[in-house]
């Protein structure tokens, strides 16, 4: 088994869907450090300093929050384990295609995801039909990613494929199409996708993430499938 490919490369193809939410940052980034050199009189190690030391501060307000923990470790771990690593196995063994686990398990996926209706229902200030557009959005949202991580799953054999996914999609959030600037990001949006859907299938070949037994590149012996091509 080869566990950098199976961190690295998902990781990077989800990266290409949030190019625009990247770039967006990244000008972000360039805007506030302009910013501070016209205060300033260049690049100084007080500068360098307080950059590091808000860094840092950044991460240990991070570490210490409930809320961080639970949407970057424990809500994707225990999902990838359920959804992923218990649940596909269990339904290709009973017979299921491929294409209909990778809908199927996304759909249980998000309907997972109901518990929050009363949260979103009161946070609508109790409007029924505002908060069925931002669960409609939100179960919508959930079954594409859903059926993303279950096709990394069952490309690579690795749970962390779909893991560092999650992770990365639970702390990027939506991608942004409507912001300032809405040119440079909404090109970069589409050249992104663009990206990702070219590579989707190069990039999760079997045979970078496993070393192939008994003439099978694929874990779950599958090779034959569509999904190989």
Not at 121 to 130: A, G, I
Request: with cysteine.
């Amino acid at each position: 088994m080869k566990q950098w490919q199976a961190v690295v490369f998902p990781l990077s193809l989800t990266c290409l869907m949030y190019a625009g939410s990247l770039v967006f940052k990244s000008l972000l980034l360039v805007d506030s450090w302009k910013e501070h050199m016209h205060q300033g009189e260049g690049i100084s190690l007080n500068c360098i300093k307080d950059i590091l030391q808000n860094f840092l501060a950044g991460l240990s307000s991070t570490a210490s929050n409930v809320l961080a923990w639970r949407n970057y470790v424990v809500a994707p771990l225990t999902e990838e384990l359920v959804f992923r690593a218990c649940m596909i196995p269990l339904l290709l063994c009973g017979g299921f295609e491929i294409y209909v686990v990778i809908l199927l398990c996304p759909i249980l996926f998000s309907v997972a995801h109901l518990n929050h209706w009363m949260e979103i229902y009161c946070r609508q200030n109790y409007s029924l039909l505002k908060a069925f557009m931002v669960v409609g959005l939100q179960l919508g949202y959930t079954v594409i990613f859903g059926s993303y991580a279950s096709f990394l799953f069952i490309r690579t054999g690795h749970l962390v494929a779909p893991l560092v996914a999650h992770i990365f999609c639970n702390f990027m959030g939506l991608p942004m199409l409507f912001v300032r600037r809405t040119g440079m990001m909404s090109l970069a949006f589409i050249a992104g996708t663009v990206a990702f859907i070219c590579l989707l299938c190069p990039v999760t070949q079997p045979h970078l993430y496993n070393d192939g037994t008994n003439d099978c590149e694929c874990w779950h012996g599958y090779c034959s499938s569509n999904l190989n091509s």
